[in-house]
């Protein structure tokens, strides 16, 4: 129980405050930036079962596979793409999260 709050938490929550506090004036379009970041999750439907409780995402799922978040890494580096690439990471930092309270 206390594993899902903090894991939807830092999927839900902490990414509103983040807009909040660091966009202000724009915080509505970096929050839903933020959300959209969940449908990388959409590769769990390619894993047998689709959802297990007890399966780290990091290196299993495609979208969550070292390559990938080294894409998201890139997105940082330039300014069209950075906030979509913060979000990205966000998001499997908070699935690692999920991972080491496994």
């Known amino acids: 129980m206390v594993r899902t709050l903090i894991h939807y938490g830092c999927h839900l ?20 930036i933020f959300l959209s970041t969940m449908l990388i999750d959409l590769d769990h439907l390619f894993a047998d079962p689709v959802f297990d409780p007890n399966r ?30 913060l979000a990205l990471l966000w998001h499997i930092i908070t699935d690692q999260l999920d991972c080491w309270l496994m």
């Open 13 to 32: 929550i902490v990414p509103l405050i983040i807009a909040l506090i660091f966009f202000p004036k724009k915080w509505k379009e970096i929050y839903l």
């Open 56 to 85: 780290c995402s990091i290196a299993f799922h495609p979208l969550h596979t070292y390559y990938a978040i080294a894409s998201y890494g890139i997105l940082v580096f330039f300014r069209k793409t950075r906030i979509l690439g």
